[in-house]
């Protein structure tokens, strides 16, 4: 079995029951091609578990091709209305990355409707306490946001937060020390290839409101053009990613909209 697997990124999704929030189109996958991934998830017998499940030892503890971790950003409020039922349709499970100073703010998870998926099996993790760029925060302020986010999301989870993702998918040597003393065993990036058990930095792909089905399924098969195509775009965006984050003051711990942030991951 191939030792690495794949770790794939959602954010919104739309349909006819939600209204649209004020959110990077880009990350927004319509319902029907949600379902469509879904059901293309199952024709290649793959089995969705959970990232600490994979993470833990790299294969699936069923018969299937290999594992696959779904994770979700942002705590958005689609994640609940249309994506959890049709998880629960599939029998399937995901990983919900969240920053708890956003619950139960309009278009955002509230606490009930998070204690409900985790009932049917969800996971939730840390996305920090806001979403602002990890990197550029002084070192006191950097733990706080990892630690006060931890510890809340786990007084009202009852359970341990094992997993960050860096907002904006930044990250670097600090916030994953940082990140490793305050409890937390990885550190999500947003290198587009497939990850490996124990990372102490965790590989996931995004899917993007573009994405076709016939990279999608590339993807699930850990075919190499697709990532060579996401790393080439990567590096061209680097630079200029960098100083449009340079222009806002996260330093401060004020939060900027993705929306105004178009090359996310």
């Known amino acids: 079995m191939n030792p690495r697997f794949p770790v794939l990124i959602y954010h919104g999704i739309i349909g006819g029951r939600v209204s649209p929030v004020k959110y ?21 017998n793959l ?35 249309i994506a959890f039922p049709l998880l629960l349709r599939q029998g399937m499970e995901a990983d919900f990355f969240i920053n708890p100073a956003a619950i139960g703010k309009t278009g955002y998870l509230s606490w009930q409707e998070i204690a409900s998926m985790q009932r049917f099996g969800m996971s939730f993790h840390s996305h920090s306490q806001e979403h602002i760029d990890l990197t550029r925060l002084p070192l006191e302020l ?39 003393q305050e409890g937390y065993l990885a550190v999500c990036n947003s290198v587009s290839e497939p990850t490996m058990a124990r990372a102490r930095s965790i590989n996931r792909i995004a899917v993007y409101r573009h994405t076709p089905m016939p990279i999608f399924r590339q993807i ?19 630079l200029p990613k960098q100083l449009l984050l340079r222009c806002q003051p996260s330093w401060l711990g004020v939060t900027v909209s993705e929306s105004h942030i178009e090359f996310h991951h």
């Open 142 to 180: 950097l733990t706080e946001h990892l630690r006060v986010s931890k510890r809340s999301l786990e007084d009202r989870l009852g359970c341990s937060v094992d997993f960050l993702a860096a907002p904006y998918g930044l990250l670097n040597g600090r916030v994953v020390d940082v990140a490793a």
């Open 24 to 44: 990077s189109c880009k990350y927004v996958i319509s319902e029907q091609k949600f379902v469509e991934q879904l059901d293309e998830i199952r024709n290649q």
């Open 47 to 81: 089995a969705v578990v959970s990232l600490k499940a994979a993470w833990s030892n790299g294969k699936s503890t069923v018969q299937a091709r290999g594992p696959l971790v779904l994770t979700f950003d942002d705590g958005l409020a689609s994640n609940y209305e």
């Open 220 to 238: 699930l098969r850990q075919r190499p053009f697709p990532f060579s195509v996401r790393k080439v775009r990567s590096a061209l965006l680097y």
